[in-house]
């Protein structure tokens, strides 16, 4: 079952501060978070692991929450080229597909001068 | 490579065609990942190598579609009798450490957008 992200659409004006939340009903693994501008390949930014290690950019910081199987993913001091679409990708616990990532909606985030 | 290559960009076919798509992961990544994306929707998982052998294929939608990989590093994504439903764009990933034991980051390419007339 998919990953339940919100908002769906989020827009801003440059250094305005802005999160991310995405929600699972499944027991997981893991947490990504990639950034996918228009026509180009998903970026890594995050991965969040079920015991408290962290992998990620130093400018971006997020959270897990084991008990409610939720991520969130903050942004802060916004730029103009954190405009894109974020997605949440989720790991499940328990499975042996390493890498099987269940995929979010997508939050498409504007950020304007 | 430096990063995950992806031929075609961009692929229009008839329906009813044959199509091969095909993807270069990052030099020395053991797994490989073949995902779909639709317009405004996020990847969906297709399937997942782990050197040569598909270890989890149970994204692939029907018996059209088919992978391989038989070198454990070039991978290729196959769809017979193609129909318009199957215009996506077709996300290939690679990374290094598919274990459960630590951070498995994926690297995506940028993609082969199939469109079936």
């Known amino acids: 079952q998919q990953p339940v992200q919100s908002p769906q659409a989020v827009i801003l004006r440059e250094g305005e501060d802005a999160v991310i939340n995405c929600s699972s009903s499944?027991?997981?693994?893991?947490v990504h978070w990639y950034r996918q501008k228009h026509g180009e390949a998903p970026v890594f930014l995050m991965i969040?692991?079920?015991?408290?290690e962290q992998k990620g950019h130093e400018k971006i910081s997020a959270s897990f929450n084991e008990k409610k199987q939720q991520s969130s993913l903050y942004l802060t001091a916004s730029q103009l080229s954190y405009s894109g679409t974020y997605f949440c990708g989720t790991e499940r616990a328990g499975g042996t597909s390493y890498g099987k990532l269940t995929f979010g909606q997508g939050t498409i985030l504007t950020v304007h001068p | 490579g430096a990063g995950v290559s992806q031929t075609p960009s961009n692929k229009v076919t008839e329906k009813g065609k044959y199509v091969e798509l095909r993807c270069d992961p990052i030099?020395?990544?053991?797994?490989l990942y073949w995902y779909r994306q639709s317009l405004g929707q996020g990847p969906e998982f297709l399937i997942y190598f782990q050197g040569t052998g598909a270890a989890d294929d149970s994204g692939l939608p029907n018996d059209r579609f088919f992978a391989v990989r038989p070198e454990g590093s070039v991978s290729t994504l196959k769809i017979q009798r193609t129909e318009r439903g199957d215009s996506a764009v077709y996300l290939c990933a690679s990374s290094l450490r598919p274990d459960l034991s630590g951070a498995n980051v994926l690297t995506f390419g940028a993609g082969s957008r199939l469109t079936v007339l």
């Open positions: 030099s020395g990544h053991t797994a």
């Open positions: 499944k027991a997981l693994y893991s």
């Open positions: 969040l692991l079920k015991g408290g």
